[in-house]
């Protein structure tokens, strides 16, 4: 069996998904999603210029030999471009795997441990009363778990993933039109103030069934970090996502020996060398990272059964810049893996997306079920696909109140 064709789609209706289509000679096909949020055309350059050349004749089968050829053959490696570029490669060979067996993926991985797989929504609002009324239409929507973000009083620009307006809580911003990045302000000191008190009445609002996740999105020091995590373990988080800069894998030993609250980190990680001390000395409870940007599901896998030796559970990545297909591909390790914990997911489900990735993976009661489709089980319409085309993005860039760069 040889890979005859590979093309690569950049473009839809929300967001810029990066598409690879490979082709084989027996007229089956593999998809795999390399989208590298507001940095979508270099994964794509990757792919175009250096890996689709040398995947022409390869027998796609290989999956594990292919991945090791990329990475290993690279030598520079790692990176998120890099890992974006091998991870849609992976996913579309692994797709046209479980397309040849005739079965879903999650049969290949070892069968179902579950049945639906518990998601999280984004509730978000300007000042607390909004965020309060975003939780409460996520609870009727029959979502178990939800996280948690509010606006500030006093902060200029409002914080992390918070809308502009009053009200307007499902365009809260984290990412900005054009390629020049907006500037957003932070004060930490009014943050561990605020942000403790207004999660405990969240609680009180909403009892203590309801799973409540936080994201302090990178921005508070180690030590800062473990005053927050003291200050809001009677809230009983279901985590605490991302509360230092995730490159230094020592930071959160300090917020280890302060405070039992669960810790999530990950989501910018490409490599298990990203996460490899952190997982085995147990800092944290629960690895974030994508099958999108770290290296597809080969790559992911491995990492997935590090964590389960060390009582880490899985909580991918999903926010809307993942399309279909990388969610598609994590729901199936979702459903397999032993050491599942949850899945971030924000509604992909608009007719146009629908239209362009057409499945049978659906959402039910705050639970994510597989498809049985043989692969991935997401489809792609290239005629729909030629509707849109790349715009380009950014993240914010975030500054202290006197000028000095912070963390986004
Ligand atoms: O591209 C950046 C986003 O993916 C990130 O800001 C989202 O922190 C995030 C999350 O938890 O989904
Ligand atoms: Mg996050």
């Known amino acids: 069996m040889k890979i005859t064709d590979a093309k690569v789609f950049v473009g839809g209706p929300a967001k810029n998904y990066v ?43 290989n999956s594990e030999d292919i991945w090791q050829f990329f990475y290993r053959g690279a030598y520079f490696r790692r990176g998120p471009i890099a890992m974006a570029a091998f991870g849609a490669i992976d996913m579309a060979l692994w797709d046209i795997k479980g397309k040849l067996a005739n079965m879903p993926l999650y049969q290949l991985f070892g069968g ?54 009053k009200g307007d809580v499902k365009n809260y911003i984290t990412d900005y039109t054009g390629i020049r990045p907006k500037v957003e302000i932070w004060d930490t000191s009014r943050y561990m103030r605020y942000m403790p008190k207004a999660l405990t009445q969240v609680r009180e609002r909403f009892g203590p069934e309801l799973k409540i996740l936080h994201d302090v999105h990178h921005r508070l020091t180690p030590r800062e970090a473990a005053e927050f995590a003291k200050a809001v373990e009677p809230v009983d988080l279901f985590w605490l996502e991302d509360p230092t800069p995730a490159d230094d894998q020592d930071a959160l030993k300090f917020l280890r020996h302060h405070s039992t609250v669960p810790v999530a980190i990950g989501e ?73 914990g949850i899945q971030e997911y924000l509604v992909l489900g608009t007719p146009e997306c629908d239209a362009l990735f057409p499945s049978e993976h659906r959402l039910e009661n705050g639970l994510f079920y597989v498809s049985d489709a043989p692969g991935l089980g997401v489809a792609f319409d290239e005629n729909e696909a030629a509707r849109y085309s790349y715009k380009p993005g950014s993240h914010p860039v975030v500054r202290l109140e006197d000028g000095t760069l912070w963390n986004y």
């Open 268 to 340: 910018v990680f490409n490599s298990i060398w990203d996460c490899n001390k952190l997982i085995e000395n147990e800092l944290i409870d629960f690895i974030r990272v994508a099958v999108t940007y770290a290296g597809g599901i080969t790559h992911v896998k491995r990492i997935v059964d590090l964590a389960a030796l060390h009582h880490v559970r899985t909580g991918f990545h999903g926010a809307p810049s993942h399309s279909p297909l990388s969610m598609a591909a994590q729901a199936h390790l979702n459903a397999w893996a032993p050491n599942f």
């Open 112 to 165: 179902k441990s579950r049945e639906g797989a518990l998601v999280y929504a984004h509730a978000t609002g300007a000042d607390l009363e909004d965020l309060m009324d975003s939780i409460s239409w996520y609870v009727e929507q029959g979502y178990k778990a939800i996280r948690v973000q509010c606006g500030i009083p006093g902060m200029p620009k409002a914080g992390y993933a918070v809308p502009e307006k």
């Open 19 to 61: 598409t690879l289509k490979i082709e084989t000679d027996q007229g089956i096909c593999g998809l795999g999603d390399a989208t590298l949020n507001n940095r979508e055309t270099l994964p794509a350059a990757y792919l175009k210029d250096y890996l689709i050349p040398n995947l022409i004749g390869m027998d796609p089968r």
